[in-house]
């Protein structure tokens, strides 16, 4: 209530006025954000979320916290960890000194999957990659030059002649083997001799092969540290050599303690 006297010259006039103050509440939102578990604490200050129409002093509190949210908070700072996904509610009290309100921050954990989705394809899509690899592996070439020349036969026989062999070994006759006794398309050297593992070892003619082919050819492909010659064609490891009626096959062992000619013969019948 306020009285007041109005004065003149000629006299006083006494007056009174109701004034009615009117306090208006704070007012503001928080905009929501979507978080996960990885993201870690987030920390708001709050004085840029919230204010008053008369210029008060604003004051903050945590009235009610949903399980899943680590909530914290000093002053006008407010700290929220996510714990677990899923929509939890943080409730805060805002007051300018005379009056409060009641305000519900909802914060929203997604899960880690939905979240980083594109980590889930990019890993989906790289293991049905190495599957179709592994499930699809290129053949050895060996395996699969075999496979394409399974429908030929050998035929001939095969002249061997070691040439060279330690002095105190027993010395090996001429040997021959007859090509059209082998019933797979594909033999070892070490297979034909081994009655003689021993000198098949330090030949390594376990790793040398023989492949039946068209027109009565036969193809070496081999793998081993000898040293091979297709007559003076130096044969390569992994490379196929195409075996005529009439050539000779040179081998050393890597020691060179052996060297051993085999011929490819032709055999009338």
């Known amino acids: 209530m306020l009285r007041g006297t109005l004065s003149d010259d000629f006299g006083n006039y006494s007056f009174s006025a109701q004034v009615k103050v009117i306090n208006e509440i704070p007012n503001g939102s928080i905009p929501e954000e979507d978080c996960t578990v990885l993201d870690g604490e987030r920390i708001l200050n709050l004085d840029e979320f919230f204010t008053d129409p008369n210029g008060d002093i604003l004051t903050y509190s945590v009235t009610g916290v949903q399980e899943g949210v680590e909530v914290g908070l ?16 943080v409730t805060l009290q805002v007051s300018d000194g005379e009056d ?42 060996l395996e699969r030059l075999t496979e394409e020349k399974k429908q030929y036969h050998f035929c001939g026989k095969l002249d061997a002649y070691f040439v060279l062999q330690p002095e105190d070994e027993e010395e090996i006759p001429p040997l021959s083997f007859s090509m059209n006794k082998v ?25 040398i092969f023989l492949i039946a082919d068209e027109n009565r050819n036969i193809i070496l492909y081999h793998r081993s540290k000898s040293g091979v010659m297709v007559g003076n064609a130096i044969a390569c490891m992994q490379i ?8 000779i096959i040179y081998i050393t062992s890597s020691d060179g303690r052996y060297d051993l000619e085999i011929h490819y013969v032709a055999v009338f019948e």
């Open 183 to 207: 019933k797979d398309g594909r033999v070892s050297l070490g297979a034909l001799f081994g009655t003689y593992p021993e000198q098949a070892k330090a030949l390594q003619l376990e790793d």
């Open 100 to 141: 409060a309100i009641q305000y519900a921050y909802r914060i929203k954990v997604i899960p880690i999957w939905q979240a980083y989705w594109w980590v889930v394809a990019l890993i989906l899509i790289v293991g049905i990659f190495v599957l179709w690899k592994i499930l699809h592996k290129p053949r050895p070439e």
């Open 74 to 89: 000093e002053g006008n700072l407010l700290t929220i960890t996510p714990r677990s996904a899923g929509t939890h509610i």
């Open 240 to 247: 196929q050599y195409s075996i005529s009626f009439g050539d």
